[in-house]
């Protein structure tokens, strides 16, 4: 396999995560930020959607989260997802775009939500201590959520990609210009 496939199917197995399919391989990733004391801090983000022209990943998440925050201070973020089907490791390097509440962005990203999803946001702030009782919140907390939703959005300048399947090990490494255009790749040993 040429590094142009083995690209290619890196990136078409992320859009065809960015669907509305819960089992694809790469629907749920691992973000990565630095608080502010530097120290690396991860967690579990569902993948909402892909741009392959500018290599774009995106995110939703609360703005109280700490990771609002950790990327407000420090965009500079790691992605990293594993497909067990395909047994490949995706880890990506790139910088963090913000838009809360009163952006067009995040409005008509809040515009496409579910009812469901839009009751994630009526709660208290993502990991401060739980003060009140869980009840079904009224259709204006629901709305009010809308304050607190926040998009991410990824800009891939460097993708790890790495493949370890039974006597076909392969590791590659991609680079990236801020508009999305391949700069530079090489095989690398896995
Ligand atoms: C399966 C799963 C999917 C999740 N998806 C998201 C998500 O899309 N966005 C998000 O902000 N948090 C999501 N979370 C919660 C985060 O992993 C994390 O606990 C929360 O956002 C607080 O992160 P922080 O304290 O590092 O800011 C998800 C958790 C699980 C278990």
Request: hydrophobic share 35%.
């Amino acid at each position: 396999m040429d590094l142009k496939m083995f690209e290619t199917e890196a990136w078409a197995a992320l859009a065809a995560a960015a669907t509305d399919d819960p089992q694809a391989g790469f629907r749920y990733l691992t973000l990565c930020t630095a608080d502010a004391l530097q120290r690396p801090q991860a967690r579990t983000v569902v993948l909402r959607q892909y741009a392959d022209d500018c290599r774009t990943l995106t995110f939703h998440t609360d703005v109280r989260s700490p990771k609002w925050q950790e990327m407000a201070a420090n965009p500079q973020v790691t992605v990293l997802g594993y497909c067990h089907q395909r047994r490949l490791q995706l880890r990506m390097a790139g910088r963090a775009e913000c838009y809360a509440a009163g952006s067009d962005i995040a409005r008509s990203a809040w515009r496409e939500l579910s009812q469901h999803t839009r009751q994630t946001y009526t709660g208290g702030p993502p990991g401060e201590a739980r003060i009140t009782a869980d009840e079904t919140p009224g259709t204006n907390a629901v709305e009010a959520g809308e304050s607190r939703f926040g998009v991410v959005m990824v800009r891939v300048s460097v993708l790890d990609a790495c493949q370890l399947q039974r006597n076909n090990n392969r590791r590659a490494l991609f680079r990236y210009s801020p508009d999305g255009e391949l700069q530079g790749c090489e095989w690398l040993n896995p």
